[in-house]
């Protein structure tokens, strides 16, 4: 049986893994370069939990801390390289993969948020937003159940612009009525 894809052995994984890590921002979990690498059916969660340690092993990456790796120098000059054998549609997926991760974290070091316990039972949900400048808002709700505390904590990670924006607008047409 023929196989399709482009992906066929384990120097092609190894390529895409140098190429995918060439452009992330930060240093990411074997499980993260997994998902940005799977932009071909012949690519396997095995092939790259394979790969990663032979890339550690000759320089290629180096795991920073537990289970988050970033490229070396020796990493960038292969890349350089080599990146022009991974097949142009396997690139450019992964290259937009790569792209959305980077927008996301970037996003995400402006948000916080944190879920306590007080003594009556209830969850304190705190929510922050941040940009270059400092803290743009920091809010604190309640919860009554820890679901419901985590369910918050979610909306507002995937809402967060929303919400400033919303309590600025309610907060400056009550200033101008």
Do not use: W
């Not at 690519?43 to 970033?70: K, N």
């Not at 919400?163 to 101008?176: D, G, K, P, R």
């Amino acid at each position: 049986m023929e196989r399709r894809g482009f992906i066929h052995d384990i120097l092609d994984v190894k390529i895409l893994i140098l190429y995918v890590m060439s452009l992330v921002e930060e240093p990411v979990s074997a499980q993260t370069i997994y998902e940005l690498c799977y932009q071909d059916e012949c690519l396997s969660y095995f092939d790259v939990q394979e790969a990663i340690p032979q890339l550690v092993r000759s320089g290629h990456l180096v795991e920073e801390s537990f289970d988050r790796y970033v490229i070396t120098d020796k990493g960038r000059e292969t890349v350089d390289i080599t990146q022009d054998s991974v097949a142009f549609p396997v690139k450019e997926r992964a290259k937009q993969a790569v792209e959305s991760h980077n927008r996301k974290a970037k996003r995400d070091q402006f948000l916080r948020t944190e879920i306590v316990q007080r003594e009556n039972g209830e969850y304190a949900v705190h929510l922050g937003l941040s940009d270059f400048q400092g803290t743009l808002m920091e809010l604190e709700l309640t919860a009554p159940t820890l679901p419901q505390a985590r369910k918050l904590e979610r909306a507002y990670r995937k809402n967060a612009e929303i919400v400033y924006q919303s309590v600025m607008v309610a907060l400056l047409e009550e200033a101008e009525g």
